[in-house]
């Protein structure tokens, strides 16, 4: 069964200060890695994808087979970034369904 | 304006009682998805719909049934409400079957059984 893990429920930083949230996944074949993000009052929406290898809001995250993983990363956090972020994956293996983890709410201080 | 909308965005109500969601797409996508956050913020899905056609059916309490009158809306009716069903429903489509492309989400409606 895929599944996808995210270590960390909450992350507090201050603004200027690089941030890292973890993604593991489980998941036997290709994967489809996705970020997604609610910002407050808003409706979850997509940050990036795998495939797209873009750069959106700073952010980035690269898919590391090896070590099963999809790690967003900006180097330096601004306070719009305060949100719930999600890591999530599909895969023709599991029905081309879109698993979830847990969710990181990121906070960051001025 | 082009997006995935949700009625109700809040209902309250008894334990025991039947309700319903609506969700509506104008995005021209062809499949549907409804999802359950809970407490935890922990979001899971429980149904897919493409071109009317159910295709993902994740193990959900019969009383949960949905219900796609045409590939533009999929509907969610909920019947014997349970306290554990108290959560927030979210909305999604995308182009495409299955899960694999950018799913676009509804502003969610938060459901609250007393």
């Known amino acids: 069964a895929q599944r996808v893990t995210q270590p960390e429920k909450l992350l507090s930083v201050f603004k200027g200060a690089p941030v890292e949230l973890k993604c593991n996944y489980s998941?036997?074949?290709?994967?489809?890695l996705f970020w997604y993000v609610q910002y407050s009052r808003q409706r979850l929406q997509l940050l990036l994808r795998h495939i797209s290898r873009e750069s959106i809001k700073g952010f980035t995250a690269d898919l590391n087979k090896g070590e099963t993983s999809f790690h967003l990363k900006k180097p330096f956090a601004q306070e719009e970034d305060s949100a719930m972020y999600y890591c999530a994956l599909s895969g023709r293996a599991a029905g081309n369904k879109l698993t979830f983890g847990g969710g990181t709410r990121v906070l960051v201080k001025p | 304006d082009t997006a995935v909308s949700q009625t109700p965005k809040y209902l309250v109500t008894q334990m025991g009682n039947d309700k319903s969601i609506k969700c509506e797409q104008n995005l021209g996508h062809d499949t549907m998805y409804w999802y359950k956050q809970d407490s935890k913020k922990f979001l899971k899905i429980m149904f897919s719909?493409?071109?009317?056609?159910?295709?993902i059916n994740e193990t959900v309490p019969n009383r949960f049934s949905p219900k796609s009158p045409d590939k533009a809306h999929l509907n969610l009716h909920i019947n014997s409400l349970e306290l554990g069903d108290s959560a927030v429903y979210f909305c999604a489509s995308s182009q495409g079957r299955g899960g694999r492309g950018e799913q676009f989400f509804g502003p969610g409606t938060r459901l609250t059984v007393l």
């Open positions: 998941y036997s074949g290709s994967p489809e």
């Open positions: 719909y493409n071109n009317k056609e159910l295709i």
